[in-house]
């Protein structure tokens, strides 16, 4: 391995004009494109953005990009009131994970060119794709990675040299280089344009959503539903038996309130997604049942199956199981539903529905049925609701409640057979009783958020942000907005708890009969 002092003599007498070269076309581009520079060099505010929601592909003691990626790249500065864009540009990574056009093979006599932003080439086409890939025989890769310096140089050529043949080391390099220590990159440090063209794989539809009832009489509750759309200005539509069946593939609603921008979306894979894209720092520890926890002098003690955690700081976000662990118990409960999905429908049953596009209709009671068409030609059907032990539901109980989804799924596209249904799940949602949602710090170092009421995919995701934020003890606008929301009310003791939720649920059960 070449030895620093080597490196640095070399450098000084030789490649010190090319970074010179660099720096002024760099600035005489930017002079060019009419860019402002800022002024001060001791801005606080540096503001990265990306195309892509996963960028760096980091490692213990360097990073590098993700391979074979295009992604458009913004940088701005935040100064005097004002955002100043530096730089807006796209670039590639080869299957290295590189930036550069060419891919490089592990079989080749290798120059390896090392450094910061300058040698990656930021902001502009990378100097090193002018080379086709080759110099004298040569190929050449680009090992510049933003933001490193010498300390990470040996890093990064550590981590090519495994295995690419490398025969060369060129070190191009400024003088704050020498300053930098071990650098890492994660994908949570950086903000990623809002219209970017890439999605998290699940399944992202806005095709709006309907509110949609079988009885006429119910125009009255969809007309003022209505006028209270029109006032906030949120485009929607009401339509009939003629249009719905057109739309929905059935004949069974005879009308609904259309809205648009509703999405529609596949939870399982969002939260695949989100756990795919947890920084290294973060361990994920599934299907681990937290049996007891204790504030012990400042420490936190939670007790598992196969061990036990003890943390300075925690936030408790288990939602429907919330009272179940002892927190805002007397404030939250849970609510078991039961859903079904059939199997996907054969072309033949697809074209006697009328080859609808995806959608989802809400009831407008709440014990009726939430019904949609995914993506694959799937029916769900969700139509059950009530209090129920939500650590136990036997394949029996299951089963009852399936019925209950077949005939919901019969009444409303006969033409299906009887054994279409493929699958039944039950899960646990958390209400209060005034269907606010709990967001708060209960001591020094315990934070708790949920009891989303049925809506915790939107309301969830976003509540989740917002309470680990709080916990860093940070604050955002949102977070204001959030504390500002009326706090769930009190609940009565069992078993008049037990009792007054059950009347409820018969109750709305009776009124949607016909929706179920």
């Known amino acids: 391995m070449l030895s620093k002092k080597k490196i640095l003599l070399f ?3 030789f ?27 001791r801005l606080k505010f540096r503001y990265m953005l990306y195309s892509k929601d ?25 100064e005097e009131n004002e955002f100043l864009k530096i730089w807006d540009y796209e670039f590639n990574t080869n299957n290295f994970g590189l930036v550069q056009k060419s891919d490089i093979f592990p079989n080749k006599d290798s120059i390896l060119f090392l450094g910061d932003s300058f040698t990656q080439g930021q902001g502009a086409s990378p100097w090193i794709d002018n080379f086709n890939g080759e110099i004298s025989g040569y190929q050449v890769i680009n090992g510049g990675i933003l933001g490193v310096g010498f300390q990470q140089f040996e890093n ?47 399944d992202w539809n806005e095709c709006g959503k309907y509110f949609a009832s079988s009885k006429k009489e119910d125009k009255k509750i969809l007309e003022n539903f209505s006028e209270t759309l029109s006032k906030l ?51 994920l520890y599934e299907n681990s049942f937290l049996l007891n926890w204790r504030k012990l002098n400042n420490i936190i003690n939670c007790d598992f199956k196969n061990g036990s955690i003890k943390t300075k700081k925690i936030i408790f976000a288990t939602n429907g199981f919330l009272k179940s662990l002892g927190i805002k118990k007397n404030y939250n409960f849970p609510i078991t539903l039961t859903a079904s999905m059939t199997r996907p429908l054969i072309d033949e049953e697809f074209k006697s529905i009328g080859e609808p596009k ?40 299951l089963d009852k409640r399936s019925i209950k989804q077949k005939i919901g799924i019969k009444k409303r596209f006969p033409q299906l057979p009887d054994d279409i249904i493929q699958s039944a799940w039950s899960g646990i949602v958390s209400r209060t009783r005034n269907s606010s949602q709990i967001f708060e710090k209960l001591d020094d170092n315990i934070f708790v958020a949920g009891c989303y009421n049925g809506s915790g995919i939107g309301v969830g995701t976003l509540f989740g942000e917002q309470i680990a934020i709080k916990a860093s003890n940070e604050n955002t606008k949102e977070i204001e907005i959030i504390e500002s929301i009326n706090k769930p009310t009190w609940l009565p003791p069992q078993p008049f708890l037990d009792l007054g939720i059950k009347a409820r649920l018969l109750y709305e059960r009776i009124r949607a009969r016909s929706e179920i």
């Not at 996963?54 to 935040?78: A, E, I, T």
């Not at 069974?252 to 989100?274: E, S």
């Not at 049925?369 to 029996?396: C, F, G, Q």
């Open 156 to 202: 990064i050529y550590d981590h090519i040299n495994k295995d690419f043949n490398i025969k060369k080391v060129v070190v191009i390099y400024v003088g704050g280089d020498i300053r930098r220590g071990i650098s890492t990159a994660s994908d949570k440090n950086v903000l990623f344009i809002p219209d970017s063209k890439e999605e998290l794989d699940c």
């Open 54 to 78: 996963k960028v760096f592909d980091g490692h213990k003691d360097f990073f590098k990009y993700q391979p074979n990626l295009l992604s458009r790249h913004l940088l701005y500065y935040f």
């Open 233 to 283: 200005g949120f485009e929607h539509d009401i339509l009939f038996n003629k249009d719905l069946k057109k739309k929905l593939g059935t004949n069974f609603y005879n009308i609904a309130l259309y809205t648009k921008g509703g999405i529609l979306l596949h939870p399982g894979k969002l939260v695949r997604a989100m756990i795919d894209t947890l920084p290294e720092n973060v361990n």
């Open 358 to 397: 995806e959608w989802g209709v809400l009831p407008i009671r709440p014990m009726g049925a939430t019904i949609r068409m995914t993506k694959d030609k799937r029916i769900l059907i969700r139509n059950t609701a009530e209090v129920h032990n939500p650590y136990k539901m036997s394949k029996l109980d």
């Open 11 to 13: 450098l000084y007498f």
């Open 15 to 41: 490649f010190t004009p090319i970074v010179i070269i660099f720096c002024l076309e760099f600035l005489l581009k930017i002079y060019f494109k009419s860019y402002k520079i800022p002024t001060d060099n």
